[in-house]
Nanobody, 127 residues
C-alpha cells in the first residue's frame, strides 16, 4: 500500500509559477531519497530535482537551477516542487519518485530506475 500522489499541476503562461505536491502514503520520508522527474511528449524521463529525506541535501538539473526549488516536509510526508519562471520547454508529465535511503541525490537524479513512482501530473506552459 505504498503510494506517491502528485497534485498542483495545470496550465500556465510562460514566466508563471506552479507548485507541485507529492504526498507519500504507506512509508515515511525519513528513510527515503525522493525526487521529481518529467517526461515531455515523445521523450524519455528527465531528472528535475532530488532531495534526501534523511538530511535534506538536494540536487537540481542544470535546466531548472535558479527556477525550481525542491523541498520536503517529513512531518507531512510531502515533497514539493516550486516552479518559477516557467518556460514552454518545461511542459510535460511530472512524476514524484522515491528510493530507500542510501542513494546519493546526484546519483538518484542520474537514473530512471526507482523503487516507487507516482501516477504523474501534467504541467503545460504555453502562450
Amino acid at each position: 500500500q505504498l503510494q506517491l500522489v502528485e497534485s498542483g499541476g495545470g496550465s500556465v503562461q510562460p514566466g508563471g509559477s506552479l507548485k507541485l505536491s507529492c504526498v507519500a502514503s504507506g512509508f515515511s520520508l525519513d528513510y527515503y531519497t525522493l525526487g521529481w522527474f518529467r517526461q515531455a511528449p515523445g521523450e524519455g524521463h528527465e531528472a528535475v530535482s532530488c532531495i534526501s529525506g534523511v538530511d535534506g541535501s538536494t540536487f537540481a538539473a542544470d535546466s531548472v537551477k535558479g527556477r525550481f526549488t525542491i523541498s520536503a516536509s517529513n512531518a507531512r510526508n510531502t515533497v514539493y516542487l516550486q516552479m518559477d519562471s516557467l518556460r514552454p520547454e518545461d511542459t510535460g508529465v511530472y512524476y514524484c519518485v522515491a528510493d530507500q535511503a542510501g542513494m546519493d541525490v546526484r546519483t538518484m537524479c542520474g537514473t530512471v530506475l526507482h523503487d516507487y513512482w507516482g501516477q504523474g501530473i501534467q504541467v503545460t506552459v504555453s502562450s
